[in-house]
């Protein structure tokens, strides 16, 4: 399969990089990154060991099978503007947040996938990403429901022996996501704290309160995820990424923008005070910083 990785990030680097054991990949990232990757290979170290030479540019190609959509939400749209003159069978969003798969679906004649995935990835230089930790691919169709299109997608995951699955109830796992990333994102971001750390009482506390309102968020736009689910689903991430720094918490070391506006904003007001409140303190700190106005 001809894969282009829109977004060659992190998490996008990781993911190319070990889809290219098996396929042709184009990594779609910033100059320094993809320039040592063309000059030298991507180097994939930590739980998984490899090297791969997968194409990569600062620009998207003429055409592919399936394009993985990886950028932050903010920047959706901008990726399915630069995907839009682009001849694909199929997308597949790999980020965070709710309403990407809308967005690339309503600016590209493909099919278009949800998709969650637990692996994580830290870049650690131009040119190489840390596996840190092995974890599942899951996908399906956008709306819910069986798809061929997803099934050949994940055929394709697996060949590469990417640990993956098809799933039929996506949309109710966009939600279980959100809820996850809620609990732990804002709050390791704030506290500058490792994932482990929120399985001590005090800051356990804010992170299993903010992903019950995030399930409360799901059931009122009619979505079977019980508070007791989200929490389990929280606390076995944390657990399983105890060592790991959140992909927010990387953003606020960075001083980047984080993508707190489509995790813990999409269901704060009056019934999720605390997703609110961990809202409003990362926009203050981003307003500080010169990231947003």
């Known amino acids: 399969m001809d894969v282009v990785v829109v977004g060659a990030g992190s998490l996008g680097s990781l993911l190319g990089g070990l889809l290219a054991r098996a396929h042709d990949v184009t990594l779609v990232g910033r100059a320094p990154h993809v320039e040592r990757v063309r000059e030298r290979g991507l180097r994939v170290t930590g739980t998984v060991e490899t090297t791969v030479f997968p194409d990569a540019r600062t620009a998207v ?48 004649d493909a099919a278009v996938l949800a998709g969650t995935c637990t692996y994580g990835a830290r870049l650690v230089a131009p040119g190489e990403v840390a596996c840190t930790g092995v974890g599942e691919v899951v996908l399906g169709a956008r709306e819910g429901g069986p798809s061929e299109t997803a099934d ?15 799933a039929e109830d996506m949309p109710r796992r966009l939600w279980e996501k959100l809820a996850v990333n809620a609990g732990i994102n804002a709050p390791t971001a704030l506290a500058r704290i490792h994932n482990g750390a929120l399985l001590d009482d005090e800051a356990g506390t804010v992170m299993r309160t903010a992903t019950r309102e995030v399930a ?26 105890a060592d790991n720094r959140s992909s927010m918490l990387q953003d606020v070391e960075k001083s980047r923008r984080t993508e707190v506006d489509s995790i813990n904003g999409v269901v704060a007001g009056p019934d999720a005070p605390v997703n609110s409140t961990l809202t409003a303190l990362l926009r203050a700190w981003e307003r500080e910083q010169g990231l947003r106005e």
């Open 61 to 108: 190609p003429a055409s592919a099978d399936l394009a993985l959509v990886t950028v932050k939400a903010y920047d959706t749209g901008a990726a399915a503007a630069a995907l839009a003159e682009t001849a694909l069978d199929a997308v597949c969003s790999l980020q965070n947040g709710l309403g990407n798969e809308r967005t690339l679906a309503d600016a590209l």
């Open 152 to 166: 050949r997608v994940g055929r394709a995951f697996a060949d590469a022996d990417l640990v993956t699955s098809v």
């Open 216 to 241: 409360a968020a799901a059931r009122s736009e009619g979505f079977d995820l019980s508070d007791d689910t989200a929490v389990r689903a929280v606390e076995s991430v944390a657990s399983a990424t």
